[in-house]
């Protein structure tokens, strides 16, 4: 197959020179409400990446992200706590594209490990478009998640960019009248407020 990024022959989704180029983890973290949120990247070093979520592209690209990078994370974070179970939950897995991004993220994050991946229990009702909107706008236009999954857990909250963190406070508010106990929530990009994506 060929790199995502550069087009160059490879076996990898993206080549060794690419993953060497674009994809150091930088692990930025932003407090949101009482949520601590640990990104790898800077959404504009790694935006095509972020961005083939918008194509057919993002299905390999999440998978090969999730398992390089989300993954080992979440392997060395239950070593250090040993306290399971402890489950992944994504940020509203559309499928409205014929696959989820983050559904990708949530479920290639969890192999290889005692965590489990739970699909499909945090939906937003509300889905309009915060791209470029103001915080103000995403104030008022809350996404109105509904959490179906099992009360009392704990777990960490999986999306894949955080902006203004208004959508994981959302979230998390949520998950915490069900009882569920977030460790912290991991996104691959961090971008600063207020920019389009
Ligand atoms: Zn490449």
Redesign the pocket.
Known sequence: MR??????L?IKP??????K?FLTPEMIKKEVGNLEVISFFDYYLTVEFIKSKYTTSGYRVYKFLAQKFIAPFIRAYLEGIKSTPLYLIGVDEDISRGYSNVAQMVHFGSLKSDVKALHNVLRAKNRVKYAGESLEFRLNNPRNFIYKGPKGIDAILIDDTVTTGTTLEQAHRVLKESGVNVHFALTLANAKEGMDY
């Open positions: 790199c995502f990024s550069c087009d160059n490879s993206v080549c060794d020179d690419c993953i180029d």
